[in-house]
C-alpha cells in the first residue's frame, strides 16, 4: 500500500513542478499577485517548484491513500503499484493536455474579451499580463477538475478489476 501511496505523491508533484514551472514563466503574477507570499521570491524556477510541491503533495496523498485502498484492501485479488502504474501515466497526460487546451481556450476568451478579470486583480496586475494571467488561471483550474475527476475514474478502475479478478 506504501508503493501506491507514493507513486501517486510523486506523479502528483511530479506533475505539479512541470506544470507549475510552465506557469510562472507565462505569467508569474498567477503566484506572486494570487498567491500568498509563502516563498518570498518572484523568480519563476523558485516559484514553480515551491508551488509545485506545495499544491500537490497533499492531492497525491489523497489520491494514493483511496487508490491503495481500492486496490489491495479487503479478499479480493489485489492490485500492486505497477499494475496502476500505467493508468496513473495516462492520467498525468491527460490532465496535462486538458490543462493545455483550457490554457489555450483561457488565452483565446480573454483576448477577444469575453473574460476579464476582478476588479481587484486587474489593478494588481500590469495590463499587459491580464491574458496570460487568465490563460494560467484556465489551465489550473482544469487540472484540478480534471485530476479529481481522474483520479475518482482511476480509483474505481481499481475496484472494479479486482471484481472481475475473483
Known amino acids: 500500500m ?23 514563466r507565462i505569467c508569474v503574477e498567477y503566484f506572486t499577485v494570487a498567491h500568498p507570499p ?8 523558485l516559484l514553480g517548484l515551491g508551488w509545485g510541491v506545495f499544491a500537490t503533495w497533499w492531492v497525491g496523498l489523497f489520491l494514493g491513500v483511496l487508490l ?42 480573454a483576448s477577444s474579451g469575453i473574460v476579464t478579470l476582478s476588479e481587484s486583480l486587474s489593478m494588481d496586475i500590469p495590463t499587459h499580463k491580464h491574458v496570460p494571467f487568465l490563460a494560467v488561471a484556465w489551465a489550473h483550474a482544469a487540472s484540478y477538475l480534471v485530476g479529481a475527476a481522474g483520479g475518482l475514474v482511476l480509483i474505481a478502475r481499481a475496484w472494479r478489476s479486482r471484481r472481475a479478478r475473483s
Open 38 to 45: 509563502i516563498f518570498g521570491t518572484d523568480d519563476p524556477t
Open 2 to 24: 506504501v508503493r501506491i501511496v507514493l507513486m501517486s505523491m510523486g506523479a502528483a508533484i511530479a506533475y505539479g513542478v512541470l506544470h507549475d514551472q510552465v506557469s510562472a
Open 68 to 109: 491503495a485502498l481500492a486496490a489491495r484492501a479487503g479478499e479480493r485479488p489485489k492490485r500492486d503499484a505497477a499494475w496502476l502504474s500505467r493508468p496513473l501515466l495516462w492520467l498525468m497526460a491527460f490532465i496535462a493536455t486538458t490543462a493545455l487546451l483550457s490554457g489555450l481556450a483561457g488565452w483565446a476568451a
